[in-house]
């Protein structure tokens, strides 16, 4: 008896040790995590140059390029025009040009030099042909353009903004004002793009995650129906958060991984999402543990030893799904890998380390977190009968959950009696909607596309085609032998869609050109000026006849520029939907085999999951071009849709099957399918409602790509919980009967109990 009450006594101190430690150890990671995350934004690289491979043409050129320019530059240009469409006077003329020689004088943010030190030469004035024009361009030099400046700006972001605020406070022009001179001006080009890019993405520090969270805290009060438990489960989202902020910030500071804009948004909602669903998870089982056993910590204890094989097998695909991105060609989406596994990784360590530790702080009173709706145990000893595997038995105090006469108990018994009609209608509906896949425009956009509202710099370019050569200012490069030069040009001069072809000459950008070609180790560069603005399809199509033309002149030629940078993401983007969805579904289908022990059952849920993904993308084909009215979409779209949908959705498999599969060892699949549907069936329900609001969430953030990655995961995640994990795989599962555990033993069990699946009395 002494030795029963030392044991227990030891016991308790032991487990409050391990929620203490817990608890500080977590609060120690949200102190300096949440500083690293608010930094994240300093450590972000958003040039799609610096992601392309080193074997890609356009690098090779630019690499090549180099030789031919003392200093890189990053053009920022400056569109001035009449706000009454007439010809821009000789004192219009005059004041911008005493304002673009002012502007390098400037004093940098917090006083520290000037901007002479980050620019090549100073502002070059060029009125257009028609005189109804004017173009500034300031050259940046690209070596220092993301250095960091006083109060966390770049030098891009700040110069930028400085420009727009130098045009209205000393010309008194903007694009929609225009002052005593009649002026209206916009700021674009390459830095202007990079600029507005950086604002769009500065909502994910903070509009973001608020609206992320607080759909997710309304989710969660309408699911538990209590003013406790909600908070506990978004605070160990937070804490989640934190931690995974600070590796990336720390492996991004020391050039470990490349984070972008885009990917730190997907990294909030990851982890948000994740955290909240496997917190779901073991919440439920704790809840449904609480009403075997007395004590809250024996509930945890049986909890987390059901839920861990489950948990870690969905965090363990999701992370071996998203790192199958390092296949990749492109440094976005390869760095894309490696940032989505740290969050899978952070939110799983804080659900089954932090969420318990916060569960069991109440100690005795754990059961007051699920006020008004506390569950009590019901028998003294109903908790004392328990499975090898992990399950308590049913005992004759405990309610079948099959008999349960609420919606999931229904739909359970409804799917275990008419399992064949079922799925058939099911699979066929999916099918259907599938069969629009071919609508998904996935080509390409312009860089002008990007954005869902109205910018600057897109409306700049607009005016910039009007009065310009749209290509000019970034023009296709060709990089070529001295002898070949000629002939390459006449080639290049016959392409449709080009402007004009001229070697370069060492002249300003934007400023007319002159003098001898500059040669450099018997190679000289032409500048092929396209008709359509460098950034647009138009001049992407253009590049690509214009390379076709000059590689059978000259087949060592390379040719490079903005365009042919946007050609070559686009190509690499292709191979990889090549190379990586097959490596995605290979490396799923090993884990489902192992996790389930069955090759059939794993096949089901693999096919199941590619029939839902592809009803999701055929939909949000037909919404995109009949509803939202979206200019195509970029191959790297369906990449990470595929990459999301596809392993995120095995969580759910994972889930339900799991428990399926607990359940089929004792009484057969017949009842397994219907009593797991029925347990299952809510909390997985409630998952995929939070990380469809979490993912629809980026929706916030005024960018094409994250708006079309929001509603096809937002929609996929959907249709895979409420469609194919409640219809679609329980019924198909129940009509394959027990082969669909093959070769398992449970497959080979004749032996099996074969119950009605019909309420008791």
Known sequence: MMLSMLSNRRAVVVRVVLVVVSILAWFAIGSVGGAAQGKLSQVQENDAAAFLPSSAESTRAAEASRAFVEDETLPALVVLEDADGAAVSDEQVAAVRSWAQDVPGAALPGGDGTWADHLVGEGVVVPSEDGEALLVVFSLDAAEADQILADDERVTTSFVTELRTSLEAELGATATTSGDLGLHAWVTGPAGFVADLVTAFGGIDGVLLLVALGAVLLILVLVYRSPLLPFVVILTAVFALCLAGLVVYE???????????????????????????????????????????DHPAAAMRRALRACLEPIAASAGTVIAGVLCLLLSDLGSNRSLGP??????????????TLLPALLLIPGRRARVLFWPRAPRPASATAGEVEHPHGAHELTAADPDPADSPGLWGRLARWVGRRPRSIWVTTALVLAAAAAFLPSFDASGTSQSDVFLTDVDAVAGEEVLAEHFPAGAVQPAVVIVDQEDAQAVAAAAQDVEGVESVAPYTGAPGGAPGGGEPVVVDGQVRLDVVTTAPSDSQEAVRTVEALRTAVHDVAPDALVGGAAAEQLDTQLASQRDLRVIVPTV???????????????VAALLLLVANVLSFAAALGVAGLVFEHVLDFPGADPVVPLFAFVFLVALGVDYSIFLMTRVREESARDGTAVGVVRGLAVTGGVITSAGVVLAATFAALGVIPLLFLAQIAFIVAFGVLLDTLVVRSLLVPALVRDVGDRTWWPSALARREHHARHEVEPRA
Do not use: P, T, W
């Open 339 to 352: 940032v989505a596994a740290i969050g899978i990784a952070s939110a799983f360590l804080a659900a089954l």
């Open 585 to 599: 579904l290979a490396v799923i289908i090993v884990i489902l085999m192992l996790l389930l022990r069955s090759v």
């Open 251 to 293: 492996l991004a500071k020391g050039d470990v991984l490349v984070l972008n804009g885009q990917s730190q948004g997907i990294l909030s909602i990851l982890v948000v999402g994740a955290s909240v669903d496997y917190a779901l998870l073991l919440v439920a089982r704790y809840r449904e543990e609480l009403r075997h056993v």
